[in-house]
């Protein structure tokens, strides 16, 4: 059976909540805490899911703005993953070549090639843009 998106519902959900642009920590805080009622509910509604979907734009749009994610090097993300999965420099000898060109890889001294970066994404399983 295919549900219906009812509108007038919709509507409902509208006026109680009054969603707007977030620019507050505490406006944030509510709309999380509606957000996270909503996700965890069982069998929610289309409704609810087009309004929870609403939500999750708005509060996204203020993290955006108030927390941003300062865009990692292709050297600080190649440490960053290795971090993640504890590894040494050891282990990427083998995708590499040498311990040398690991470790100047690791120390900056060193760009990371196209083919390298291709490399480290198979590994990692990542974009390769991340080491370019």
Known sequence: MTRTFNAEFYGQLLAK?????????????????V????????????????????????IEKFEETHYPIPKGTPHSMLIHLMEA?????EGLVGVLGS????????????SISQHQAKALAEVFKVD?????
């Open 17 to 33: 909540y009054q969603p707007k642009a977030i620019t507050t920590e505490s406006e944030n805080e509510q709309a999380i805490a």
């Open 35 to 58: 957000a996270q009622d909503l996700e965890h509910r069982p069998n929610r509604t289309p409704e609810e899911d087009t309004f929870l979907e609403l939500l999750v734009a708005l």
């Open 85 to 89: 999965r504890d590894m040494q420099p």
């Open 99 to 110: 311990l040398e060109l690991v470790l100047d890889i690791i120390n900056g001294k060193i």
């Open 128 to 132: 390769e843009s991340l080491f370019v």
